[in-house]
């Protein structure tokens, strides 16, 4: 069979994972080309992966030969214009999370999708974590029966450098942060959200509160059939990386994640010690290996992208609306 010949747009923290898998560990891809506008970071990604091409944009890496789909990993403003880019050259995309920054640009980077013909995916990756494709099952076959709440916490170990904030080129906690768990509650619960309240605090670092942006948030959902959820996302919880949630329904519940690195204790004369979680891709490695190997797959295979724009898009209001509540104090009702 055919390799699936694709390239990455965007090789920083992210995009360079997705392309060691690609190169490394996904055996019906091909890595192709990398690319970055910061050419020489392109450059060095593409030595260290030991593949020929590399390109310092977007334009340029759409001449190269052989190539079937781009994997989008840009900073989040970018994506929407890089998703109508791609698709108008008739490439299939994997575009990072958040899909867009407003829903304007979302709607046009899918209406630029459809008219090519072309399939995307987003990457919301937990969807292929063990423990939440278990969930997932588990909650499909009827084992907890309804499902009545959602609770979700996602807190990151190390805040971003102001100079990142000030940059003005990722969404504030609500897209880059909670937009996971956004889609985690409409996934999970197998129902849309209809209405989010958010509560917000700069509490500890008053500085980013100038940029627009918070340090930690809570968020309360209402599902469209009767369920209720609540949110918490937090920007430097210092101690380290701690994604959970918990799903309760009406015949018991399902709980996700954990705190431990590795499963090992150590005990010494000062008591028990764990490592704990630190980063994402240690925490989801798998998840992001199985994300790329299924968009391969179903690109090879002429299947449907499983985790949709469509998906992308809800989740994309769901991250307007608690803004739109950060910003007034009031409930705001999705999609509106
Ligand atoms: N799914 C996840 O769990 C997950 C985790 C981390 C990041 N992300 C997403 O991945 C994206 C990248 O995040 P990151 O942490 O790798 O950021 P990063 O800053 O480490 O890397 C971004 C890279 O994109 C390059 N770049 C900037 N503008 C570009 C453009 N217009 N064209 C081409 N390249 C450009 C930069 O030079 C840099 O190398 C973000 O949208 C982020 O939200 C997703």
Redesign the pocket.
Same mark, same amino acid.
């Given at each position: 069979m055919a390799k699936l010949g694709v390239a990455v #747009? *965007? =090789? *920083? @923290?992210? *995009?360079r994972r997705h392309a060691e898998n690609l190169r490394r560990l996904v055996p019906d891809a091909r890595l192709v080309a990398v %690319?970055? =506008?910061?050419a020489n970071?392109a450059r060095r990604a593409a030595d260290e992966l030991e593949i020929d091409s590399s390109f310092g944009s #977007?334009e340029a890496l759409l001449e190269c030969k052989g190539l079937d789909a781009v994997v989008i %990993? /840009?900073?989040?403003k +970018?994506?929407a214009n890089a998703v109508k880019t791609v698709a108008a050259a008739g490439k299939d995309i994997l575009c @990072?999370?958040?899909l867009a920054l407003n829903l304007a640009d979302a709607r046009q980077a899918l209406a630029a999708v459809a008219k090519a013909g072309v399939r995307m995916q987003v *990457?919301f990756?937990r969807r292929y974590d063990p423990g939440y494709s278990a969930a997932m099952k588990r909650i499909a076959a009827g084992e907890i029966g309804t499902p009545v709440v959602f609770k979700s916490i996602g807190r990151d170990k190390d805040g971003p450098p102001l100079s990142a904030y000030a940059s003005n080129i990722?969404g504030m906690l609500f897209y /880059?942060n909670t937009v996971?768990d956004f889609d985690l509650a409409r996934w999970l619960m197998q129902d849309e959200v209809t209405e989010v309240q958010a509560y917000t605090t700069v509490a500890i670092r008053p500085e980013v509160a100038q940029f627009g942006d918070v340090v930690a948030s809570l968020v309360n959902l209402k599902f469209q059939h009767g369920a209720i959820g609540n949110i918490e996302s937090h920007a430097q919880a210092a101690y380290g990386y701690d994604v959970r949630s918990e799903i309760i329904g009406s015949h018991g519940s399902i709980q996700v994640g954990s705190l431990h690195k590795t499963s090992a204790t150590f005990l010494t004369t000062q008591g028990a010690t764990r490592l704990l979680e630190d980063h +994402?891709l240690s925490a +989801?490695a798998d998840a992001y290996l199985a994300e790329i190997k299924d968009f391969v797959a179903c690109m090879l295979q002429d299947r449907p992208a499983p985790v949709t724009g469509q998906d992308g898009l809800k989740a994309l209001e769901m991250c307007v609306a608690a803004e739109k509540s950060h910003l007034s104090g009031i409930a705001i009702k999705v999609g509106q």
């Open positions: #747009l *965007g =090789v *920083g @923290e992210m *995009g %690319a970055d =506008v910061d970071r #977007l %990993a /840009t900073p989040d +970018f994506h @990072e999370k958040p *990457g990756m990722n /880059t996971h +994402f +989801f």
